[in-house]
């Protein structure tokens, strides 16, 4: 399929028609498969034959999903996860042991870090912390025992823009591999794996999806460090179900266009809001003015979705606005048709420590608000109207 364009790649990668000649792709919603002779089942079993075998780990609608990801995300091989947490999970215990070290930005996911702390330290793995767009930071902290360092780019909620290219020579010169979580600009706006990651991470609850309806998680990589992943997902299960895979599949198809029109929607708003006298600052790589623009403009196709601002006054600033919106939905998932908006400090990040939330910049005036595909006018007359209430 690579000789087609990423488009066309996004309708048909990774189709597979059956007898019954379908032209929308098959749902396979069955836990296992049955063979013609315990001949058959032996040699399925062990791998001596290609073939389904149990859905844990084969099923055709799942490998759908993960050969059309993959071909976006011009990796090799990916393996879907039940969810994006699923995935991060899957890649730590997959290649981290007792004694390893993982250097990770701060500006991650809330779970990213709760899981990394609660979850991996208990087992004797290091991980240490760095504000991701210090490259000292990183050159410091990654070590012979490195063996993986992790950042999201942009990441979430404050659009700080992690220049791959920079974070994986430092990576390779230690020999630690690189993942790259890639849920916030999806494989339509930026490649980490051309840009020297050794691993995608995705969350496809949020754009892939797009619909705000399933759960989903992927890691894309190379065929030898994906094989890793089947092993330890054919042992611990954190699968994809086949109805999600069916749904996220036709998310793909409609990716690129709808990543096009979030960004459109949010480039404007983020202007609305820069003008606005009670908005102090506003967290979006499309403004010039933004801190990393030109390295989001050189590093990304589009800017994407999701954008934060922060208000003076606080907590109670913060939530006034939120509860005088009336077309947005007060919600911490993010990647919908509808446009959403949390209160991270009480939300996404509550789980986070008051000094953890002030290191990562999570400050009880921000806002964070996931653009949808409503017409723009709409949405910025909303907060228009949800701002003024601040007199
Ligand atoms: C949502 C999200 C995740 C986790 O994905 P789930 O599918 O909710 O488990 C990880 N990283 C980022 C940036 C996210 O937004």
């Not at 991470?201 to 619909?211: E, L, N």
């Not at 993010?334 to 996404?348: W, Y």
């Not at 990040?349 to 400050?363: F, N, P, V, Y």
Request: proline letters at 3%; a negative charge.
């Amino acid at each position: 399929m690579s000789e087609y364009k990423d488009a066309t790649n996004a309708i048909h990668a990774g189709v597979r028609q059956t007898q019954e000649q379908e032209n929308s792709e098959a749902i396979f919603m069955t836990s296992s498969f049955a063979y013609a002779s315990a001949e058959e089942a032996a040699s399925k079993f062990s791998g001596v034959e290609d073939g389904n075998v149990y859905s844990r780990f084969t099923n055709p609608t799942v490998e759908l999903f993960e050969k059309r990801l993959a071909n976006l995300e011009k990796g090799e091989a990916a393996i879907a996860t039940s969810s994006g947490m699923a995935a991060l999970m899957t890649m730590a215990y997959s290649l981290l042991s007792a004694g390893d070290r993982v250097v990770c930005s701060l500006n991650v996911f809330g779970s990213t870090i709760k899981f990394f702390n609660t979850y991996t330290t208990k087992f004797g793995i290091d991980v240490v912390y760095v504000d991701a767009t210090d490259y000292a930071a990183w050159e410091a902290e990654i070590d012979s025992n490195t063996k993986l360092c992790f950042f999201e780019t942009p990441s979430n909620p404050l659009y700080d823009v992690v220049d791959v290219e920079r974070v994986a020579a430092l990576a390779h010169s230690k020999g630690a591999l690189l993942c790259v979580d890639n849920v916030l600009a999806t494989p339509a706006l930026q490649n980490p794996l051309t840009q020297g990651a050794d691993i995608v991470m995705q969350s496809a609850t949020k754009f892939i999806d797009g619909q705000g309806r399933s759960l989903g998680g992927a890691l894309v990589a190379s065929q030898e460090i994906v094989d890793e992943f089947v092993g330890f997902m054919r042992s611990a299960g954190p699968c994809m179900s086949p109805f999600n895979a069916w749904v996220l599949v036709n998310g793909l198809e409609t990716l690129s266009l709808r990543m096009k029109a979030h960004s459109a929607n949010a480039m404007k708003l983020a202007e609305f809001l820069e003008s606005h006298p009670k908005v102090k600052k506003v967290n979006y790589g499309g403004l010039p003015s933004h801190k990393y623009h030109e390295l989001a403009k050189r590093q990304q196709k589009d800017f994407g979705g999701l954008l934060s601002f922060e208000l003076d006054g606080g907590r109670e600033a913060a939530w006034a606005v939120i509860n005088a919106a009336k077309l947005v939905s007060i919600t911490g998932n993010l990647g919908d048709t509808k446009t959403l908006v949390t209160h991270p400090a009480t939300t996404t990040h509550g789980r986070l420590t008051d000094e953890q939330k002030a290191k990562a910049g999570i400050t009880e005036g921000l806002i964070r608000v996931s653009v949808g595909l409503e017409d723009s006018d709409d949405i910025i007359a909303d907060f228009g109207e949800a701002l003024a209430i601040l007199g």
